[in-house]
């Protein structure tokens, strides 16, 4: 899952009850990539996973939360990237992370709309609708 969507909820001017299920959705992504791929369910949850997520997604230092709000204001990713000092390191993270999901079979929907809208021209707006229109599907396994 990559971070900038959450904040691309943000720039889009979701609100609060919007971050707050995006980053619930994209913590049960990482889980299910992070158990996928043999690590400890646990280590998502701590600070190296859970912590890293919310602190991204909220502090207004973030590197990739103002690439992401950006997004959502409409700006181009070429603008955004031409104009910042430091690496975003979410952008080029995210085809990392799809390319992972698509192997191992892993149902990462935040990613894969991350993707879209990074490298294929697909708007914020649509990207949302295509994230909170989808089926409902179980989170986590049992």
Request: with cysteine; proline share 3%; hydrophobic share 40%.
């Amino acid at each position: 899952m990559r971070d900038e969507a959450i904040v691309v909820s943000d720039g889009l001017g979701l609100g609060h009850n919007s971050r707050a299920g995006i980053i619930t959705r994209g913590l049960a992504e990482v889980n299910r990539l992070a158990m996928k791929l043999g690590a400890d369910p646990l280590t998502v949850t701590g600070l190296a996973g859970l912590g890293d997520l919310v602190l991204t997604c909220t502090g207004e230092l973030s590197r990739n939360r103002s690439l992401g709000v950006r997004l959502g204001r409409g700006e181009k990713l070429s603008e955004i990237l031409g104009s910042m000092q430091q690496v975003a390191e979410g952008v080029r993270n995210t085809l990392t992370v799809d390319d992972l999901a698509r192997t191992h079979q892993v149902d990462m929907p935040i990613t894969a709309q991350m993707r879209s809208l990074l490298f294929e021209d697909k708007t914020p707006r649509a990207a949302m609708v295509d994230l909170m229109t989808r089926q409902p599907k179980r989170e986590f396994a049992r």
